[in-house]
Structure formats: structure tokens, C-alpha cells
């Protein structure tokens, strides 16, 4: 159920796409009126959950600090792993967010012969994750040829990049190909690691599969189908210069890849895909490890009951003057 | 409740198999020896906590308030409010599974449930279905839940098998913390009066008496003039320490594990000591007799009403710092939370060892620093006579605390003095160790009697690196600066890794340290005898 079910609601939206402009030639909807609405709720939805995020406090320094803290002189501070100051906290963010240093931590640990815990590196989840991250910002970034004319000078660089490979006309991109693969490496890990399936939702399915079926139609219409360039072209650009124009002779695959795109817009702020917003945010890696240095201030904090000493000499005064104890009222 | 009798061997069949049903279809199992007792009423009132009642944990009916599903639903809208934590942690998980055999309660258990992941998924997916519009529309397929009873207990009892220790959020590519959202389910459970009688009653008597054992002045002041006595019988020394004395110029604030227990105490014996031989100028109070604090697995105010007593004490003494003993959580309280709670503390000065002249810049605000980095710098200046030969007969290794680890970052400290009393000191396997340690299964008030196996399944990973030295080097001596991990490693060694006992780094700085007038020492502080020195 948890993986039929968004594996069908990809498959339904295929179909929707397919019905839509073959069938009902809705083109004007799915070229224009979908993509529209899918970035308007993502732009204001993502807005508003990072504002939402932010409305609460964080009252407390509570970084999780993972090396030395700063200290005596003499000993060496570990100043990525436990920050003392904004400059720190940038490079510590900057190694988190780029490079995914705390999954590149992971160890797997396993009790061999009923007797013995072992801990093995395991680095497969940090690399697809990578490959996952990068291979589709590069496939996006690529996309902006289908947004600017001329396209910008860095689009060239990249492609020639991206293309090294040399291989067939068009040639053959190679981060689709890893973004594809690493995508399917994360679906097979959770369908086969038992307790990572167990642990998986339908939420965890439903991107997945949006995004397999983005790469795959994308790879279609590049080197398959050869989809109508100049006018996929023509339409993006009207979309962009807000004055949209439905060109003929776009295939349907062209409005599968749209509508799954759309959907994966759409979808964002709703969904766990806000990780991306979530992580910049989040207390455990964003704050300095230095609390006893700099006092945190807790926009709520406020007074409490608390039992003074005078209420403690009161009780205990008789003893305590028996055992010799300093008292402050004879 | 019969008592605890399985061997290792029985708890070391763990089975990892996930179950057939789904978890959301797999009802709470209430297990004997995995859970503590509920709070006595009478603690629970003396400091004011809500709908106290008569309840059991393996019964059917707890007992609820009528109106139990609005305080926690209103709980949670209150601490999203209030947390920017607990509201992203709700959110950004894309349950990757990193975080899943991290946890020693997973490891030692092998219950799904216990991965992290899971355990915040449990209260996640009431989160969903109560605040967010997938969850109220498409319920379970979003991964949503209605709250229970049976959710509740659930809850409860997976709640109260996280200490809090903070590993899993080492992993998470997001450093989401499950110790966050364990404090906050934990005080979800406190409103509705459902807290742990080995919490609630450390929890009165530290409000009361200042200290979690409920130790009287005059107790306390026993208590360590009997370890004077000892001290003198070893070495010849008589010290005379002072309570509540004004005008001191450091306040020293320790666990009162230390004041109580085996090994505890020799712990306290030796800041008896090395103090002595120093001629500081401090004193103990026994109104803020408890550096530790079990308000902190209450509640964020109960913990911010017992360690108000730390700053108010310093005050009324007139002293200029504060030097606090060894301990895990308290460590993290202090570190993390006390100068945002009880701050600031202008009325004091900048720490600054009257020995060494070092300023301990990085403690200016909060003015309180730890024992271990005060001793690491009077080693460093070379104040100290040690004789580490006095503890030859001790293999050591050390485990660092979680959080003074993942809540402080003290791992060179502890280090560097006991490379300086200890001739053998062996490291358990890099990934248990520094910020990958391992809990001793029993922190954040588990460590009770009753909940036995819980403990001893959770202190598994810590007690297998142990073994792995002890098979290795002969390792006999787990070094730590926690009490709870004093009070609790012995009975997880004694399971698991017969012949390892465990000290506080006090305790073998006492041992090593050469005082002015000491007599030929025949023993070491625990009165075993010490090794015979060549040619002597």
C-alpha cells in the first residue's frame, strides 16, 4: 500500500497528462495554467514554511558538538565540529549542506556471532545521496537554456562538462544517467533494507517516483523521442516572458515531463522535500558550541517557583547548627 | 514483579527481523523489566506537577484525566510554538535510516521501535494528523495517526527507553536530535501525570533537601567527614573542607552520587584531596548540594527550578566562580541551558585558577567550570606531584560521557590528566568513543532496579568496546566523569564484562597525587593494596 499507492499516483498522472492532450487536448492547461499554479505554490509555500519555522524561537544553545570545544590554550579546538564563532558555524553549515558531511560519518553496526558489535564504514547512502543532489542540480541548471535567449555563457561550460563523454548525437549528458541511477539506487535501498523499508511512507515513495519518472522522460525526449526542441523552447519562453503560447507539434511525453515537474513543484512544500529549507534552520548544527562564553537569551523565559534558601534554613536550621554549619539566623 | 534473573547469553539473542505488520498496526508491548514504576504522589505534589493519579503501567486503564487527548494535542501546539527544534524536527525527516543503528536501546534491543527514526515517527505521526493538512486529509497513507490511549502508552514507554544521549543526531544529515523530542514527549507524558517514580523522587528531594538523594545537611557533612577519615587512614592527612561558608572564593558543586555510593565517593575523595594539597579557597554547600539535575527529564521548568540554586547559592556566599565536579548531564544542563535560565550572572567574576593564573575565558559568562579542565591546567603548569606508578595496577580506558561529549565537546581534558596519573591507558575502538561514545543504557533517570534488562541492553555497545580492551590489554578499569555512568557501568560491567571496574578521574588523581606530610601509602583510596614498586 505504502508503495502502490504512490507508485499508481505517478502512473495516474503519466495517464493524465497523456488523456489530457492527446484526448481532450487540453494543451493550454497543462502547458501553462498547471506550471504556473505548481510555482506560485511553491514559491508562496515555501516562503511560508520557512517563515513559520522562523516564527518559533530557538531558546536554547543546544548544538550537538562533534569535536574538542574551545578551551584552554593549549588544546587544539576543533572548530568545524564545535564552533565558536559565525565564521565557524558558516564552515560547519557549508561542509553540511554541500558536502553532507554528518551522513559521511555513517557506520553501520552489526552484532556478529551473537557476541560481538562491529562497526563498518558505510559511505553507499552518502554517495548516492551526493550523486542524487548534484547530478539533479546540474540537470536544472541546464534547463535554464529553455529560459534565457540568448543562453547565458556558463550554460556552454557546463554542458561541455557535463557531455565530456563524448558519446552520440545529442550528445549524451552524464548527469541524467547518474541521476536516474542514484535515484533508483535510493528506491531499491529502501524497497530491500528491511528496516528502512519498514520505517518508509508513502511520503518517502511518492517523490521517488515523481522523480524516476522526470529523469526518465526527460532521457526519453532527449535522445529517443526527439522531441520538438525549438518548440518546447518557444513555450518555456513564453512562460517566462508571462505570455505564454502553446507552439503545435510538442509531443505528449513533452506534457508527461511537465505535469510530473509541476507535480514535484507543487508537492515541495508540503512534503519532507523541505529538508532543503529545514536544514539551514535547524539548531542542532546552526548555533556555536561556545554557551558558557556568550549568554543565549530565551525570548520566553520566565520566573519560576523556586525553594530559597531561607525556606531550606527553616527546615534544617536546628540540624544544621547541629553539625556545626554556618546559619544565617541564629 | 519477579526479579531479573536472564543471562548475557539469553539477551544477546537479538532478533533484528522487523515484525509482519506495519508498526503503526504492531500494539505496545508493555514488558516487564524494560520499564520503572510510576512517581508516588507525594513527590509528584511536592513541586506542583499536574493530574497526579493512581496508575500502572501494565495495567489496561491508566487512570487518564477526562480531558488527556486536548493536553497533549494542546502540548504539542504550545512546544511547536515555543521550539524552533521540536517544529523543524517535526518536519524535515526523509526517514533515510542513518540514524537507525546508532542508538544502543536498537542495538541492545533489536525493537524497531527504538531506532530513532521510529521513536520520533511515533509522536510525528500524531503531529501529522493534528497540525498539518496532509495528515488531517489523507491520515494514515500520509503517515498520520490519531492519538490513543494505546498511542499514549506507546509513546510512554518508547519515550522512557531514549536517554537522551544525542547520538543519532551526530548522524542525521540533518542533526535532527531525538533527545529533543524525547524531552518534549517526556513532558507531554509529565502533564498528564504519568512520570517515573525514580524520577519524581530525586526530582522533591532536590527541591526540598538540594540533592537528588535527599541527603540532610548534617548528612552531607557526615558523609564526608567519613571519607576524611579514609583519607587519613591511606595518607596520613587530615583535611578539614567547609559548607556553607561565606566569603569562600570558589563554590564546588558535584553530583551527590559523589557523596553517597560506591565508587561515588572515592570520587569526592579525591576532589577532597587535590583541593587540600591545592590550599583553595572554596567551600560545599549543602543547599545546592546537586550539580545534576532530574528536573531536566521533567520538564524545561522543573530543571530550571532546581538549578537555580547553583547561582542563588553563589550569591548569598559571595563567592567569585563556580567549579563544578564531574558529571554527565549535569554537564550538558549546565554547558547548554543554566546561563539562559538563571543568567546572567554579573555578580560573579571570570573563572580564574588561583593556582595557575589561567582565565578560563571560555566559561566568562557563565563563570562555572569544570573540575576536569581545572585539574588539566594545573597539570599543564606542572602544579601537581603525581606518582602514576600508585595506579600501575589499573589498566585503563576511558568512556567519554554523552553529554559532556555531544553537549559540550570536553574529549582532550580527560584525557590529557589521565595519560598523566595512569602509566596504561588504552582507547576503546574509534567509533565508540569521543562523539561516536556510547550510553551507559541507564541515564536520564533509568537507573533503576526494575527495569533491569532495559539496562542492560542498552549499556550492551558501551560493555562490548569495553570487552573488546579487556580481551585485548587486559583492561580493569573503566574511567569516566559521570556519576550516573559511576552508579550504573558497574552493574552493566558486572553483567557483561565481569572483572571492570569504574572510577571516577578524581578518584585515580587521589590515588596519584603526592601530598606535603603523606605517610608511605600501602592502598590505594578503595583500601585495595598497591603494586609493590621495584626495589623497593
Known amino acids: 500500500m505504502k508503495i502502490l499507492f504512490p507508485f499508481f499516483a505517478v502512473i495516474s498522472l503519466v495517464l493524465l497528462a497523456v488523456v489530457g492532450v492527446k484526448g481532450a487536448n487540453l494543451h493550454f492547461l497543462f502547458g501553462v495554467v498547471v506550471p504556473y499554479a505548481a510555482v506560485f505554490t511553491f514559491i508562496i509555500g515555501v516562503i511560508y514554511r520557512v517563515l513559520k519555522w522562523a516564527k518559533s524561537p530557538v531558546p536554547f544553545s543546544i548544538a550537538t558538538t562533534c569535536g574538542q570545544q574551545k578551551t584552554l590554550p593549549w588544546i587544539k579546538q576543533n572548530k568545524l565540529e564545535n564552533p565558536s564563532s559565525t565564521l565557524h558555524v558558516i564552515g560547519r553549515m557549508a561542509l553540511e549542506v554541500l558536502l553532507f558531511r554528518s551522513l559521511f560519518r555513517n557506520i553501520k553496526g552489526e552484532l556478529k556471532d551473537s557476541s560481538r558489535l562491529i562497526y563498518g564504514s558505510d559511505k553507499w547512502l552518502w554517495l548516492a545521496s551526493i550523486a542524487f543532489h548534484y547530478s539533479f542540480l546540474i540537470v536544472l541548471l541546464r534547463h535554464i537554456r529553455l529560459f534565457a535567449e540568448p543562453a547565458p555563457f556558463y550554460l556552454h561550460l557546463l554542458e561541455t562538462f557535463d557531455g565530456f563523454l563524448q558519446i552520440g548525437i545529442p550528445r549524451l549528458f552524464i548527469t541524467g544517467v547518474i541521476l536516474l541511477a542514484a535515484v533508483t539506487f535510493l528506491f531499491l535501498r529502501r ?140 | 514483579m519477579a526479579k531479573f534473573t536472564a543471562k548475557p547469553a539469553e539477551l544477546l539473542k537479538i532478533d ?265 579557597d572554596y567551600t560545599w554547600s549543602t543547599y545546592a548540594s546537586e550539580g545534576g539535575n532530574f528536573g531536566f527529564f521533567t520538564s524545561n521548568e522543573m530543571a530550571k527550578r532546581l538549578n537555580s540554586k547553583i547561582y542563588a547559592e553563589a550569591k548569598r556566599l559571595g563567592v567569585k566562580w563556580i567549579l563544578g565536579g564531574e558529571c554527565g548531564h549535569m554537564w550538558r544542563v549546565l554547558h547548554q541551558y543554566m546561563d539562559t535560565w538563571n543568567g546572567p550572572a554579573d555578580f560573579l567574576e571570570v573563572p580564574k585558577s588561583p593556582i595557575t593564573g ?71 575502538p574509534e567509533n565508540t568513543i569521543r562523539e561516536k561514545t556510547f550510553c551507559c543504557g541507564s541515564g536520564t533517570g533509568l537507573n533503576a532496579s526494575e527495569n533491569m534488562e532495559l539496562r542492560m541492553r542498552g549499556g550492551l555497545p558501551r560493555a562490548n568496546a569495553v570487552k573488546y580492551v579487556r580481551d585485548q590489554h587486559g583492561v580493569n578499569m573503566l574511567a569516566n566523569i559521570c556519576a550516573i555512568d559511576r552508579a550504573t557501568l558497574s552493574a552493566v560491567m558486572d553483567y557483561w564484562v565481569p572483572g571492570v571496574a569504574v572510577a571516577g578521574i578524581h578518584e585515580l588523581i587521589g590515588n596519584a597525587l603526592v601530598m606535603k606530610g603523606e605517610k608511605e601509602r600501602t592502598t590505594d583510596l578503595r583500601g585495595e593494596p598497591l603494586p609493590r614498586k621495584e626495589g623497593a
Open chain 1, 191 to 330: 524497497l530491500y533494507i528491511p528496516q528502512v523499508r519498514y520505517i518508509s511512507l508513502a511520503a518517502d515513495y511518492f517523490p521517488l517516483f515523481l522523480i524516476i519518472g522526470i529523469a526518465t522522460t526527460g532521457i526519453l525526449m532527449r535522445y529517443f523521442l526527439k522531441t520538438d526542441i525549438v518548440g518546447v523552447k518557444e513555450l518555456t519562453m513564453g512562460l517566462v516572458s508571462l505570455s505564454p503560447v502553446i507552439p503545435e507539434g510538442v509531443g505528449a511525453v513533452f506534457y508527461v515531463h511537465l505535469l510530473l515537474v509541476s507535480m514535484l513543484f507543487a508537492y515541495f512544500p508540503f512534503s519532507k522535500l523541505m529538508h532543503m529549507g529545514g536544514v539551514f534552520l535547524s539548531p542542532t548544527r546552526n548555533l556555536t558550541g561556545n554557551s558558557r562564553e556568550y549568554r543565549r537569551i530565551n525570548p520566553w523565559n520566565y520566573p519560576v517557583k523556586v525553594h530559597t534558601y531561607e525556606e531550606y534554613e527553616e527546615e534544617f536550621r536546628d540540624k544544621m547548627k547541629m553539625a556545626g554549619i554556618p546559619v544565617e539566623k541564629e
Open chain 2, 16 to 280: 533484528f527481523k522487523t515484525p509482519k505488520t506495519d508498526w503503526m498496526d504492531t500494539p505496545v508491548e508493555i514488558r516487564e523489566h524494560m520499564y520503572c514504576h510510576p512517581a508516588k504522589a507525594k513527590d509528584l505534589e511536592t513541586v506542583g506537577f499536574p493530574n497526579i493519579h493512581e496508575w500502572r503501567p501494565a495495567d489496561e486503564n491508566w487512570n487518564l484525566p477526562e480531558n488527556w487527548k486536548e493536553t497533549v494535542i494542546n502540548g504539542i501546539k504550545e512546544r511547536l510554538q515555543k521550539y524552533r527544534s521540536f517544529h523543524v524536527f517535526m518536519d524535515i525527516c526523509v526517514r533515510c535510516g542513518a540514524c537507525a543503528d546508532k542508538c544502543h536501546f536498537y542495538l541492545g534491543t533489536g525493537d524497531p521501535k527504538n531506532m530513532p527514526v521510529l521513536r520520533a515517527e511515533l509522536l510525528r505521526s500524531v503531529y501529522r494528523k493534528y497540525f498539518t493538512t496532509g495528515g488531517k486529509i489523507f491520515g494514515k497513507t500520509a503517515g498520520a495517526r490519531e492519538l490513543t490511549e494505546d498511542v499514549l502508552k506507546e509513546l510512554w514507554y518508547y519515550y522512557y527507553q531514549c536517554t537522551e544521549c544525542r547520538r543519532c543526531s551526530v548522524f542525521c544529515p540533518y542533526g535532527i536530535d531525538q533527545a529533543e523530542i524525547t524531552m518534549i514527549g517526556r513532558e507531554l507524558t509529565n502533564l498528564l501525570g504519568l512520570q517515573l517514580g525514580w524520577i519524581a523522587g530525586p526530582v522533591a528531594n532536590c527541591f526540598i533537601k538540594g540533592n537528588h538523594l535527599g541527603l540532610e545537611p548534617h548528612t552531607i557533612k557526615s558523609n564526608i567527614e567519613m571519607m576524611l577519615d579514609d583519607i587519613e587512614t591511606i595518607t596520613g592527612v587530615r583535611i578539614n573542607p567547609t559548607f556553607n561558608r561565606k566569603g569562600a572564593e570558589i563554590l564546588f558543586v558535584t553530583p551527590s552520587g559523589d557523596l553517597f555510593a560506591m565508587p561515588g565517593i572515592y570520587t569526592a575523595m579525591g576532589y577532597l584531596m587535590l583541593f587540600h594539597e591545592l590550599g583553595l
Open chain 2, 358 to 428: 589561567t582565565v578560563f575565558e571560555n566559561a566568562k559568562s557563565l563563570k562555572m567550570i569544570h573540575v576536569i579542565e581545572f585539574a588539566a591546567d594545573l597539570i599543564k603548569h606542572g602544579k601537581l606531584k603525581l606518582d602514576p606508578s600508585r595506579n600501575d595496577h589499573l589498566k585503563v580506558t576511558f568512556h567519554d560521557s554523552c553529554n559532556v561529549s555531544r553537549g559540550m565537546g570536553m574529549f582532550e581534558e580527560p584525557r590529557y590528566v589521565i595519560k598523566n596519573i595512569c602509566n596504561h591507558f588504552y582507547e576503546m
